[in-house]
């Protein structure tokens, strides 16, 4: 009887240690993210382009957003669902395909529906990478789940920084063909993600390594009730979270230059450096879990938050600048605690758990910005940044997060 043929004799390459961390990897998502991420920001940044140049209402620049947040929210538990049963490696450059494929018709399209469709292929196109690279991320984390969501995370929060910069500097001056410029960046996520693809395809047997095999912590088994209680809790948090976020994002350059009179170039230049914060905030939050554990970074990084969100309406430009790093880098941490913390929760359905959390914060963002808007309308930006300092006081429900995780005995 012939013995069995080894991994190596298959063809297939494993890591001499196969719970390290791969860093090339991490490092590859990361940039892969920042180029997913880049692409769909830039849809929002050209609306008044498309409005001014073919008369669009805002009903129907409203129902552009509306197209895009289905297809990029609600699909993309579907296919985190559907991926963790039967996982496939080469979805990753189909999503960015599918990315390519909206900003090539949206270069071209002349009509509201052609318009409509090309966001609803981009957002296709984030609900086909955001669950597959999440479970790529942990599977090369080597343990360092919170170290490997961070930096997979940072890639993308940079990504919608540069978004808005690269369509005004490119897009916006010349106009709506040269979208078509940076379908050549999506034809290099294509080749980049399926490189990923293919060490994904040789490494699938790291999906079946144990979560108590390796890292400071291993999982605690809870009980199928607490299980959706403490699914409801963190569904709660994220909604605080991006109803606050949202509330710097879309509207803090309005309250700048309503409050202090600063020009629109000095709001921008303000925006980027809290998207920077952001940006940087995230990075810290994973390694810091994965030492102190994922509750406790929850509980800083939203909890934390509101002594710093109910000061801010009261202070003066130089205050306001100051506290919105601060808040920047405290926030940034608790995607990547909860998106973790939710894994851990649910183990064995790490696509479903991030595409249903990716789409929570899309659905959220979106949302909160239509409340956030129509109270602005009734009211003025400054009422908007009054309520929504109080946002991140939801962070108190953590209190009734169970624990998901002790730390490994010596």
């Known amino acids: 009887m012939?013995?069995?043929?080894?991994?190596?004799?298959?063809?297939?390459?494993?890591?001499?240690?196969?719970?390290?961390?791969?860093?090339?990897?991490?490092?590859?998502?990361?940039?892969?993210?920042?180029?997913?991420?880049?692409?769909?920001?830039?849809?929002?940044?050209?609306?008044?382009?498309?409005?001014s140049s073919y008369h669009l209402t805002f009903?129907?620049?409203?129902?552009?957003?509306?197209?895009?947040?289905?297809?990029?929210?609600?699909?993309?538990?579907?296919?985190?669902?559907?991926?963790?049963?039967?996982?496939?490696?080469?979805?990753?450059?189909?999503g960015m395909g599918f990315t390519l494929g909206g900003m090539?018709?949206?270069?071209?399209?002349?009509?509201?529906?052609?318009?409509?469709?090309?966001?609803?292929?981009?957002?296709?196109?984030?609900?086909?990478?955001?669950?597959?690279?999440?479970?790529?991320?942990?599977?090369?984390?080597?343990?360092?789940?919170?170290?490997a969501q961070s930096l997979f995370q940072v890639g993308g929060n940079f990504g919608t920084s540069l978004g808005p910069l690269l369509a005004a500097a490119i897009i916006i001056p010349r106009g709506q063909a040269h979208i078509l410029w940076f379908t050549l960046l999506a034809l290099g996520g294509i080749f980049l993600l399926t490189r990923i693809g293919a060490w994904y395809q040789a490494n699938l047997h790291r999906l079946r390594l144990k979560a108590a095999a390796h890292g400071d912590f291993v999982p605690v088994r809870l009980s199928r009730g607490k299980v959706a209680w403490a699914l409801t809790v963190l569904v709660a948090l994220i909604f605080s979270k991006y109803f606050y976020l949202i509330s710097l994002t879309n509207y803090y350059t309005?309250?700048?230059?309503?409050?202090?009179g600063v020009s629109v170039q000095a709001s921008q230049v303000y925006l980027f450096v809290f998207l920077f914060a952001v940006a940087a905030g995230t990075i810290i939050g994973g390694p810091v879990?994965?030492?102190?554990?994922?509750?406790?970074?929850?509980?800083?990084?939203?909890?934390?938050?509101?002594?710093?969100?109910?000061?801010?309406?009261?202070?003066?430009?130089?205050g306001t600048i100051a506290l919105t790093v601060v808040i920047g880098l405290i926030l940034a941490s608790a995607f990547s605690a909860i998106l973790v913390y939710a894994q851990e929760l649910v183990p064995g359905n790490v696509?479903?758990?991030?595409?249903?959390?990716?789409?929570?914060?899309?659905?959220?963002?979106?949302?909160?910005?239509?409340?956030?808007g129509r109270l602005a309308d009734h009211t003025s930006i400054a009422t908007v940044f009054d309520v929504a300092a109080w946002f991140p006081l939801i962070g108190l429900l953590t209190a009734f997060l169970p624990e998901v995780e002790v730390r490994r005995k010596a």
């Not at 309005?254 to 202090?260: A, Q, R």
């Not at 994965?290 to 801010?312: C, E, H, N, Q, T």
């Open 59 to 94: 009903t129907q620049i409203g129902l552009i957003t509306l197209t895009y947040q289905l297809t990029g929210s609600l699909l993309q538990p579907v296919v985190g669902y559907y991926t963790d049963r039967r996982p496939q490696p080469y979805s990753l450059p189909v």
């Open 254 to 260: 309005f309250y700048l230059i309503g409050k202090f």
């Open 104 to 147: 090539a018709l949206l270069s071209q399209a002349h009509t509201f529906p052609l318009m409509a469709l090309a966001a609803g292929l981009m957002g296709v196109g984030s609900s086909v990478f955001h669950p597959e690279a999440s479970r790529v991320a942990r599977m090369a984390s080597g343990g360092r789940h919170g170290f």
């Open 289 to 318: 879990g994965d030492r102190i554990g994922r509750k406790r970074v929850i509980w800083i990084s939203i909890l934390g938050v509101a002594p710093f969100s109910l000061v801010l309406p009261h202070v003066g430009l130089a």
């Open 2 to 51: 012939s013995p069995r043929p080894t991994r190596a004799a298959a063809g297939v390459s494993s890591p001499p240690d196969a719970h390290a961390t791969v860093m090339n990897i991490l490092f590859a998502l990361s940039l892969a993210h920042l180029l997913n991420d880049t692409f769909q920001a830039m849809l929002p940044a050209i609306y008044p382009l498309l409005k």
């Open 351 to 372: 696509g479903l758990v991030a595409g249903l959390f990716f789409g929570l914060a899309f659905g959220a963002a979106g949302i909160g910005s239509a409340l956030l």
